[in-house]
């Protein structure tokens, strides 16, 4: 690590911590590899390989219905790392923690199972102006279902919601807000516990989507005061394919199963089925139990690092990344609110985003352009797409610098 890289306020941490992504030391188009999508999915530590391939190789088996040594010792595996989830979430108990395969799938089993039944003509569901489409899509599709109607709280030019309109919009006939509690986009950290209070003071349930909040700050359910916390271990360092869903029990047991099947039963005869009781209600089939084990290694190794040291960490890049960038002319950054996490997402006069990947993924940067999975969003700004720069505790000030002269280049490259 150069002196650059030493500063960090990971300190010494810095050069132990990319020795655990082997990915990084790779060149690509013949550049030193610069990961910048972390937004998008994050690498994988050897920390979380290590636990999933130690499982697979000595404890794989399936869980909860076998009686033999290796199903017991996979089943305490599983359950050992729901309990870890519940501890990461500070939930009151491990039963309130459901394995989901992603944000996406835990978003749609709160609306289906727990929205629709409760929705008649008329009623509203809220959703935000900066909502990931994983956070609208399933409110429409119960809407569309129901003859309910969908809301938006609309935002400021500068990626910030705008909470003062917020009681107007709850009224008499919400029966449900959801609400980032980080915009994928934008990198604001919206004010979720104050947006809770203002919900629940008028009796509505809040789910709060936290896939890109869980890998950069601490989430305590309980202190944000929510009904519902959904995210994705992929975000987080871990797998793919494995998520949770968080619901305070009383929600979760009044909620009828999303899907049939497998293990989320208590009897079953040609004439009736009775239910397991949540979790394991909404948990039909076989889980994604090794991903479970790999997400539950991820919490400890981000853990490990301390919030605050990561914190500090991607905000001094962030800060980088914005002044350099913000020297290039004609290049706009969107989401300008203090206190957003290391998201940067921007765009230069004459150069379609799309292009603007490209050139810059020829400098061996890898960042995203397109519209995010936030077409709404998009349209808010006037824009088709942007180009998404996205921070992880991995990254160093050169992969700023590196990400600066790539998009230098593309810019001299359109404008000359």
Not at 122 to 136: F, Q, R, S
Not at 214 to 232: E, I, N, W
Not at 247 to 272: C, K
Not at 337 to 345: D, N, P, T, W, Y
Request: proline letters at 5%; one cysteine or more.
């Amino acid at each position: 690590m150069n002196a650059r890289e030493s500063r960090s306020p990971l300190g010494p941490q810095l050069a132990a911590v990319r020795e655990q992504f082997p990915i990084l030391a790779q060149t690509a188009r013949g550049k030193p590899l610069v990961y910048l999508d972390n937004a998008a999915t994050t690498q994988k530590p050897l920390a979380v390989l290590d636990a999933m391939r130690a499982f697979a190789l000595r404890d794989y088996a399936n869980v909860h219905r076998g009686v033999h040594l290796l199903s017991q010792r996979a089943t305490d595996a599983f359950e050992a790392a729901r309990a870890r989830l519940a501890a990461f979430l500070h939930a009151r108990s491990a039963g309130e923690i459901v394995f989901v395969r992603g944000a996406t799938e835990a978003i749609n089993l709160v609306a289906q199972s727990f929205v629709r039944p409760r929705l008649q003509p008329g009623d509203e569901v809220l959703v935000t102006a900066m909502e990931h489409h994983a956070n609208i899509v399933p409110w429409q599709m119960v809407c569309e279902a129901t003859g309910a109607r969908l809301r938006v709280l609309p935002m400021a030019d500068d990626g910030a919601l705008a909470l003062d309109a917020l009681p107007a919009l709850l009224t008499a006939r919400t029966r449900m807000l959801a609400v980032a509690h980080v915009s994928n986009v934008l990198g604001t950290v919206n004010d979720v516990a104050r947006i809770v209070r203002l919900a629940q003071a008028r009796g509505v349930p809040v789910l709060v989507d936290g896939a890109q909040a869980v890998a950069h700050l601490p989430v305590d359910v309980q202190a944000l005061g929510c009904d519902f916390y959904a995210f994705s271990g992929h975000k987080l360092y871990g797998p793919t394919g494995v998520g949770v869903l968080w619901g305070r029990a009383e929600r979760l047991a009044d909620m009828q199963p999303y899907q049939g099947g497998g293990d989320m039963i208590r009897t079953v005869s040609f004439e009736r089925t009775t239910y397991a009781d949540p979790p394991a209600r909404f948990e039909a089939g076989t889980p994604h139990i090794i991903g479970a084990i790999g997400l539950a290694a991820a919490i400890d190794f981000v853990q490990g690092l301390g919030w605050d040291a990561i914190a500090a960490h991607e905000r001094a890049l962030l800060e980088l990344a914005q002044e350099e960038l913000s020297h290039i002319p004609g290049l706009r950054i969107y989401g300008t609110v203090a206190g957003k996490i290391g998201v940067v997402s921007f765009n230069v006069d004459g150069l379609h985003a799309h292009d603007l990947g490209t050139i810059v993924d020829t400098e061996g940067v890898a960042i995203r352009a397109g519209h995010h999975c936030a077409m709404p969003l998009m349209q808010r700004y006037g824009v088709a797409a942007m180009a998404r720069a996205s921070l992880g505790v991995y990254n160093t000030e050169d992969d700023v610098h590196a990400l600066a002269r790539a998009v230098r280049k593309a810019h001299a490259m359109f404008s000359a």
